[in-house]
């Protein structure tokens, strides 16, 4: 995450303030805005391979925090997501009737340049039944599991994540239907092979110093694993994203639960590409709805670096093909 913001910066030659962190207020909530983007995109709609786009909206507001979302997930109320300046946003689906709702606040409502609190959150599960947010760090070995209301703080302490720390941290994480949860890390799992990433599985939510099994996931190279989602027939899905002075370009691959197994290497399937530049962005939340005619949908969320004058933080709403099913 580091290293892309660095690049954006070189390759914008703007001054560095755009890496600080924000102040610890929370941003009124009356400042998001909702934008669809589907009618400027016109009847011919960007290529996507095997999920079809059928709904874009660009996420506003002044807030900084608005623009480092990353890991999404579903609530029983909607969609939240967090953001590695320690920001979490609950909102409604922007496909239902009535007004687009949200609540915007802070994981940690302390000054972190005066405390050592992990804020660079990537990743995030949602409790069933109690809507409890568990999320992964990049610059701490360790999760936290947060009351739904962030009144109750948990820690998990991971020693086995200490050497992901940096840019190579738990960029994709979920919890499989079966209990078990799944952590995949932007780190190569080998020094000469930029394809092949390391991925740990636990046996259900992760204690604390717990030994997990692993397994590699292999991408396309130039791919890099920023998250996990579990389909609602069982699949899992992988976003994968690639940067370059060309701009970002994602990748959503498949593959099944069953391969996911201590020792494994998995070569996902990719089914879908963004590289259209009317949509494409820094794509690094994904979740998976089904809908009430039976289909499944892929939902997107991109994280624009808070370098708003050349990215979006854009939400994607795509249909899984009939070719995938």
């Known amino acids: 995450m580091r290293a892309f913001k660095l690049a954006l910066l070189i390759l914008a030659l703007v001054p560095a303030v755009w890496l600080r962190a924000p102040k610890p207020v929370p941003p009124r909530e009356t400042r998001i805005g ?90 995030v599960i949602v409790m069933p039944g109690s809507d409890d947010l568990v999320v992964a760090y990049e610059d701490a070995p360790l ?64 204690r604390s110093f717990e030994n997990p099994a692993r397994f590699e996931l292999v991408l396309p190279a130039g791919y890099r694993p920023s998250e996990l989602a579990q389909m609602p027939d069982g699949r899992l899905l992988v976003l994968g994203r690639n940067f370059s002075f060309a701009g970002f370009r994602s990748v959503i691959a498949v593959f099944t639960p069953q391969e996911v197994r201590p020792g494994a290497v998995i070569s996902p399937r990719v089914i879908a590409r963004i590289a259209d530049p009317r949509i494409r962005d820094n794509y690094e939340g994904m979740t998976v709805t089904r809908e009430a005619d039976g289909s499944q949908m892929v939902w997107l969320i991109s994280d624009s670096n808070e370098t708003v004058w050349v990215q979006r933080t854009i939400l994607l709403k795509l249909r899984i093909g009939l070719e995938v099913r």
């Open 34 to 123: 909702l934008v669809d983007l589907m009618p400027a995109l016109g009847a011919e709609l960007p290529e996507t391979g095997a999920l079809h786009l059928v709904g874009a909206w660009q996420i506003t507001g002044r807030t900084k925090g608005l623009t480092t979302l990353l890991g999404l997930a579903q609530t029983r109320r909607g969609l939240v997501a967090v953001g590695d300046r320690g920001h979490v946003l609950w909102f409604a689906r922007p496909d239902g009737s009535g007004p687009w709702q949200t609540h915007f606040d802070r994981l940690v409502h302390l000054d972190w340049r005066k405390h050592h609190y992990p804020l660079d959150a990537e990743a």
């Open 143 to 206: 999760l936290e599991r947060y009351s739904a209301d962030l009144v109750t703080r948990q820690q998990i302490t991971l020693p086995v994540l200490a050497p992901w720390q940096g840019n190579r941290g738990p960029e994709a994480m979920t919890q499989l239907a079966d209990g078990r949860t799944v952590i995949v890390g932007e780190t190569y799992a080998r020094w000469l092979d930029r394809t092949r990433h390391q991925g740990l599985i636990f046996a259900g939510i992760p």
